[in-house]
């Protein structure tokens, strides 16, 4: 019998395996494998080598744009709002941004994006021009993440320090029972009408101060950017915290538009805590907070909001929907009216010169259905930076933009409270006119003397109730709840709600009190009373039908008769 077995041996000089069977495999074919094996691994390696280059590239351009990004974009903010505080911040974090100004955002991207790009385009060219020199190459890319880490840890300790960010985080870790002590819910204490109701037109003028008038009325000028609100406040009733012009100064959480407004028509502050909340996911805002739209809703009062922008920015369209039914009208409603063509934007969406004439139209519908109404409008061409200058504008400042826009809007407010003292309605009317904050424009007021304290401004037209106690106060927005019914002929049981008092009775306020820096000291600390209200806010399309359903199926089991005294 043959052997099956395949004798090898071992040829030194020929450097492969003999076989002298049917498997053998000559030398040529063994270096072909091994050649090509080596040929895929060199393949891999320099493809990996390429994606590591190409990841490093990446890296260091994402580095620098970061970093200049983050420098412009924190230099920005702090520029264009002047008054920026860590309440607004967390406020607008959780909420819609729905509505912004795209001036504001076309704003942002050259004065932060644009920097940012043009860095990653800088970067990107010196890195090709440093490709075929590794060690240079490395260098380079190792000095520009150094110098973007430098820029962007700078730059968030420039806005940490800005913003007070440590002394705002302080604050929350501590408990305040401030609010809960001083709080007067407007369901516990008694409310009466008049008889007659009176009508109510509440105009918040955007970014309004006293301020703006000249030093000889009370102002912080030479010249009297606002000589018609100046004479309002002289022939009206106008609270002042000095013998001449002044006004209120808004505390923390009411000093940006919608925090203005709802200190001033509930009588707190917006103090909403980071985590609790993501306002542009909530369909109530704040529902056990009883406010002004809530107390005129329950007396039979018809109730409209009309802003010239997006009325969803800020939660404002939230705010005014579920407290008070108000019927909204905005930049979509007018659109949709035909009141402006569809394509048509100016500033915010349209200007004060047709907000003022779109309400007269409103006010006079709202007059003739025989109920009492509450008309709220917000004007919105005084805001930052600059102000939008309508055609009714003048240059009698000559380059002072916001100058001119400002007494702009004085005469427009004036013309319109005429027109409204002209109407048959006007008698049974109360007008309260007041700024929603101070102005957040970067350098309007960088120069008026530091002793001088801005003012919110505020007066009110034909109140059903006088008072001697109107200058010399200390006083904040929140005072503007109470007070508003008290000029409507409104009679509250103590004079208090919630944190505000009626500026008309003979009742301190909390600042006359405490002092504004022990209030504002307080509403930076957190307040679980108000962050209970925060968190009962529920989705009216989720939460609150499943609690209705829930509490259904309670009353269905409850045995009739519980809970009745028995004989």
Request: net charge negative.
């Amino acid at each position: 019998m043959s052997s099956s077995k395949h004798h090898w041996e071992f040829n030194p000089a020929k450097s492969y395996l003999k076989d002298d069977g049917k498997d053998k495999k000559t030398g040529q074919e063994l270096i072909n494998i091994t050649g090509g094996t080596q040929t895929v691994l060199q393949r891999v390696l320099k493809i990996f080598s390429v994606i590591c280059k190409v990841m490093s590239f990446a890296v260091v351009l994402l580095f620098c744009f970061l970093g200049m990004l983050l420098f412009e974009g924190i230099r920005w903010a702090l520029d264009t709002w002047s008054n920026l505080s860590m309440e607004e911040i967390v406020y607008h974090l959780q909420s819609p941004l729905e509505g912004t100004n795209q001036d504001l955002i076309y704003d942002f991207m050259n004065a932060a994006l644009s920097p940012a790009i043009l860095v990653l385009v800088t970067t990107l060219i010196i890195l090709l021009i440093f490709r075929k020199k590794k060690h240079t190459q490395q260098l380079v890319m190792k000095i520009m993440i150094a110098l973007s880490l430098c820029v962007g840890f700078s730059s968030v300790y420039f806005g940490w320090k800005t913003l007070k960010v440590g002394d705002y985080l302080a604050g929350q870790s501590e408990e305040s029972t401030f609010i809960q002590d001083n709080y007067v819910p407007p369901d516990s204490v008694e409310i009466t009408f008049p008889e007659q109701k009176r009508n109510l037109i509440y105009i918040f003028l955007e970014s309004m101060e006293s301020t703006y008038s000249s030093k000889k009325n009370g102002g912080a000028y030479e010249d009297n950017y606002i000589p018609e609100l100046t004479r309002l406040a002289k022939e009206n009733t106008h609270f002042s915290n000095t013998d001449l012009l002044g006004g209120a100064v808004p505390t923390k959480g009411a000093t940006w538009t919608i925090g203005g407004m709802f200190a001033q028509t509930s009588g707190l502050p917006l103090l909403i805590p980071i985590g609790d909340n993501s306002m542009d996911t909530q369909d109530t805002f704040l529902p056990d907070v009883t406010a002004l739209g809530d107390i005129l809703k329950n007396q039979g009062y018809q109730q409209m909001l009309m802003v010239g922008s997006d009325a969803t920015f800020g939660g404002r369209k939230n705010y005014f929907t579920h407290h008070g039914n108000f019927g909204i009208y905005d930049v979509f409603t007018a659109r949709e009216s035909g009141d402006i063509p569809e394509d048509y934007t100016a500033w915010w969406g349209f200007e004060d010169e047709k907000l003022f004439s779109f309400a007269q139209q409103k006010i006079l519908e709202l007059s003739l259905t025989g109920q009492p109404f509450n008309f709220t409008m917000l004007t919105a061409d005084t805001h930052f930076e600059d102000g939008y200058p309508c055609r009714l504008c003048d240059d009698k400042f000559e380059d002072n933009q916001y100058a001119n826009v400002i007494a702009c809007s004085s005469r427009q407010v004036y013309a319109f409270v005429q027109w409204i003292q002209q109407q048959e309605f006007y008698a049974n009317t109360t007008i309260v006119i007041s700024g929603d904050h101070l102005t957040m424009d970067s350098d309007f007021c960088e120069d008026i003397d530091s002793e001088y304290e801005r003012t919110v401004y505020n007066v009110i037209i034909n109140p059903a109730i006088t008072t001697e106690r109107t200058k010399n106060r200390i006083f904040t927005t929140l005072d503007m709840f109470p007070t508003t019914l008290a000029a409507m002929g409104v009679d509250i049981e103590g004079n208090k709600l919630g944190l505000g008092t009626n500026l008309f009775s003979d009742k301190d306020t909390l600042a006359e009190e405490y002092g504004r820096i022990k209030i504002n000291n307080e509403f930076g600390k957190n307040s679980s009373f108000f962050s209970d209200m925060t968190k009962n806010m529920l989705s009216i399309e989720g939460n609150v039908l499943e609690l209705n359903h829930e509490l259904q199926l309670l009353k269905n089991n409850i045995p009739d008769g519980f809970g009745e005294k028995t004989p």
